[in-house]
Antibody, heavy 123, light 107 residues
């Protein structure tokens, strides 16, 4: 059974960097059949894919165009985890953040999610 | 980005009712569509993928159909545990956008 355990602060000051980590058990961040996502949810923006990373002989990264200048997702094979960094946050980045696993075969689906982290951007 | 719309946004139904939710894509996405159920305070749970394939462990009263730009999620006989919000998501092109959701409430 795959489990994703999120960690990171729930409060970030405006203009600072939001950092979250997702520890994976039951699968590998280097899996050839999975991709690893960060997704957020807010009342104003709904569910929003922020970015993903996956390994297919080398690492690949996809990011939402609106965030491309501010977002970094990093896999860590030594700890079997991946992380999210979002720079220069504003109150509009306030949301519940989820890490998630996508099974990339057979048209794709997200089948496992982390527990969610409510991140509030406020001074 | 591919835009997904859902209808209705909200529906009120009774236990035992047949419920249908529609998801439309702004361009053709073949069968690259999944459906999720979400309850308050919880992460979404996948019900259907590849437009019509039932995820393992999901009750057979859930079914999906469609391809291209129009898709439906049907609950054949609504159960008390089905009162929740439902979202579609496309996997044709990144970013894998979600629909705005349909909230199913008790009549």
């Amino acid at each position: 059974q795959v489990q994703l355990q999120q960690s990171g602060p729930g409060l970030v000051r405006p203009s600072q960097t939001l950092s979250l980590t997702c520890a994976i058990s039951g699968d590998s961040v280097s899996s050839n059949s999975a991709a690893w996502h960060w997704i957020r949810q807010s009342p104003s923006r709904g569910l929003e894919c922020l970015g993903r990373t996956y390994y297919r002989s080398k690492w690949y990264y996809d990011y939402a165009v609106s965030l491309k200048s501010r977002i970094t997702i990093n896999p860590d094979t030594s700890k079997n985890q991946f992380s999210l960094q979002l720079n220069s946050v504003t109150p509009e980045d306030t949301a519940v953040y989820y890490c998630a696993r996508e099974l990339t075969s057979n048209y794709g689906r997200i089948d496992f999610w982390g527990q969610g982290t409510l991140v509030t951007v406020s001074s | 980005d591919i835009q997904l719309t859902q209808s209705p946004s909200f529906l009120s139904a009774s236990v035992g009712d047949r419920v249908t939710i529609t998801c439309r894509a702004s361009q053709g996405i073949s069968s690259y569509l999944a459906w999720y159920q979400q309850k308050p305070g919880k992460a979404p749970k996948v019900l259907i993928y590849a437009a019509s394939t039932l995820q393992s462990g999901v009750p057979s009263r859930f079914s999906g159909s469609g391809s291209g730009t129009e898709f439906t999620l049907t609950i054949s006989s609504l159960q008390p545990e089905d009162f929740a919000s439902y979202y579609c998501q496309q996997f044709n092109n990144y970013p894998f956008t979600f629909g705005p959701g349909t909230k199913v409430d008790i009549k």
